[in-house]
């Protein structure tokens, strides 16, 4: 039974893990905690629920196989991705940019929680409070390890994150705008003086946080149900899994998200699953107690 409580951890931790990743990049270079974040998986999967919706009963929309969807998912992928992360430059521009020049860090968590909640209600005036699925379709578990059963779903969607996450660090690590995107995070003042668009890369970070997160948010979406609150409801595990990962950290975030995912998922066996959420913050504390900065932090 472990086995398969550990099976749905990785699924969820999968999403937590590319939430997470975005928010510790806001930290790392914009050096501020964004409670808006989770908006942005809430509205990254409403957009593709849009595409999802428009594309439906288009010849050609089959299903992949035993998936429960076909290429109009695929297409709300890339475009909920490109609509978040236009919708995350729009509240910088209009909200965050303005209190970066105060230079009055809390402002910035004040307001990414007020833009937190004015998403959340927008969402909730567009699409109603009810619940959204991408498809009506009842999908089978299928045993891929004794006393595992996982959905095709559900193995597309971790799959398709370890993707993503080996992307990134290829972006990271071998792109020009990768690696000025790491030298802002260690020093923008230095990073400024050697020449680097030191505003470009905060734009580009928007984008890629925001569209880890509307891809989190669509794999949400998919292997559970659409939500206005889905987000609000995530932002706390992101938070949780950034910084037992080690805030500022980009794999330990990946690692964080997992961990929390894992640890949420296998507590039901021993609680409530209504104290799901206080078991990764437990989690948390008890590692941070040990090792401060997190498991792949590093002292600065």
């Known amino acids: 039974m472990i086995g ?91 909200v965050f940019r303005p209190l970066r020049r105060s230079n009055i860090q809390v402002a910035l968590v004040f307001a990414s929680f007020g833009a937190s909640l004015l998403l959340r209600n927008f969402i909730v005036v567009f699409f109603g409070p009810e619940p959204h699925y991408y498809n009506n379709s009842i ?51 230095l990073a400024q003086v050697t020449g680097i668009n030191v505003q470009g890369v905060v734009r580009w ?29 995530l932002v706390l595990p992101l938070f949780a899994a950034a910084i037992l990962g080690g805030i500022g950290s980009v794999y330990g975030a990946v690692l964080g998200g997992l961990v929390i995912g894992i640890a949420q998922d296998v507590s039901v066996m021993f609680i409530s699953p209504a104290y799901k959420p206080a078991v990764s913050f437990v989690i948390m504390i008890i590692v941070l107690l040990v090792r401060p900065t997190g498991i792949l932090g590093e002292k600065k």
Do not use: C
């Open 4 to 94: 398969q409580y550990l099976a749905d951890g990785i699924v969820l931790g999968s999403t937590i893990a590319l939430g997470a990743i975005g928010l510790t990049l806001t930290y790392n270079i914009l050096n501020f905690a964004n409670f808006a974040h989770g908006s942005l998986l809430s509205w990254g999967a409403y957009f593709g629920l849009v595409f999802v919706m428009s594309f439906a009963g288009i010849q050609g929309g089959d299903t992949f196989g035993s998936l429960s969807f076909g290429w109009p998912f695929i297409v709300a992928l890339f475009g909920a991705a490109v609509l978040t992360s236009g919708l995350a430059l729009l509240v910088d521009w209009l």
């Open 205 to 233: 970070t928007w984008v890629v946080g925001a569209s880890l997160a509307a891809v989190g948010g669509m794999f949400f979406g998919l292997t559970v149900q659409i939500l206005p609150e889905m987000g609000f409801n």
């Open 139 to 189: 999908e089978i578990a299928k045993e891929i390890l004794p006393g595992v059963r996982m959905t095709s779903d559900q193995i597309f969607v971790v799959v398709l994150a370890a993707v993503l996450v080996v992307a990134l660090h290829l972006f990271l690590t071998r792109t020009k705008l990768g690696k000025a995107m790491r030298a802002t995070a260690d020093n923008t003042a």
